[in-house]
């Protein structure tokens, strides 16, 4: 719950309007009709309740495209809200159900609509989380479903996640660019969005990497660690990607 302390101000003395200024993690609902519900009594509230609908809808958009470009990996079924922990405010930790954050949505459908850039590290968060809960559909689970939602994150949005992912990153580049057409631009951290369809292969080989090490995780450790220590670890990918059975 957040709980701020605000002045009620006129917006003019013969305007009959009045204004309350928001914080700047709520500057997302502008446009966004709210209901305001007074709670009488001896301490009396006014509830500002925002019409969310709009970020649903923006998940579920979300959430067909990654239908599409998981397509070769397998069929995540349609879009559930109840999978998720979905909160106004990104929560800063998570256990069970991935989190959403309906300010990420309704930034995102503000960039749509008003033909403003798009907020990456909103759009990184909502993808990540999405696929993670698309993952365990898919048969990974707990880490290694968390490390491919990481990665899809990146390279859709283009926005580095941190927190040691540097050897992921790398390896999901190398096998989505992998095995693209020449003439097209390759894939990766710049991936455009307009075309899932073109991420299915890649995407399908990044899941497969990402399943192996779940299968075998001494594996995942070992390549975390001949990477740090600057080995080409390419070579040892493809071979693990042809034993996999996907």
Same mark, same amino acid.
């Given at each position: ?136 559909? *898919?048969?990974? &689970?707990? =880490? ?5 939602? $990481?990665? %899809?994150?990146?390279? /859709?949005?283009? !926005? ?58 001494? *594996?995942?450790? &070992?390549? =975390? ?5 600057? $080995?080409? %670890?390419?070579?040892? /990918?493809?071979? !693990? ?6």
């Amino acid at each position: 719950m957040v709980s701020l302390t605000r002045k009620v101000r006129s917006a003019g003395r013969t305007s009959g309007s009045i204004e309350i200024t928001l914080p700047p993690e709520m500057q997302a609902l502008e446009g966004i009709e709210c209901r305001l519900i007074l709670r009488d009594g001896a301490r009396p509230e006014i509830v500002i309740q925002p019409d969310i609908s709009i970020a649903s809808a923006v998940f579920a958009e979300q959430w067909d495209k990654l239908r599409v470009a998981f397509h070769q990996i397998g069929d995540i079924g349609p879009f559930r809200l109840a999978d998720f922990d979905v909160s106004f405010l990104p929560p800063r930790h998570w256990s069970e159900k991935p989190p959403l954050s309906y300010r990420d949505a309704l930034a995102l459908h503000h960039a749509k609509h008003a033909a403003v850039e798009i907020d990456p590290s909103g759009l990184s968060y909502v993808i990540t989380f999405l696929t993670v809960g698309a993952a365990y559909r *898919l048969g990974l &689970e707990d =880490r290694y479903a968390l490390v491919f939602g $990481v990665l %899809v994150g990146y390279l /859709v949005s283009g !926005l580095c996640a941190g927190n040691g992912t540097d050897f992921e990153e790398d390896v999901a580049f190398q096998l989505l660019a992998e095995r693209q057409d020449e003439a097209q631009p390759p894939l990766g951290a710049l991936f455009k969005t307009a075309r899932w369809e073109d991420a299915q292969e890649g995407f399908r080989r990044i899941f497969g990497q990402v399943r192996v090490w779940q299968e075998h995780p001494h *594996l995942y450790e &070992e390549h =975390r660690r001949l990477w740090s220590g600057n $080995v080409n %670890v390419q070579s040892r /990918v493809d071979s !693990l990607w042809e034993d996999s059975t996907l």
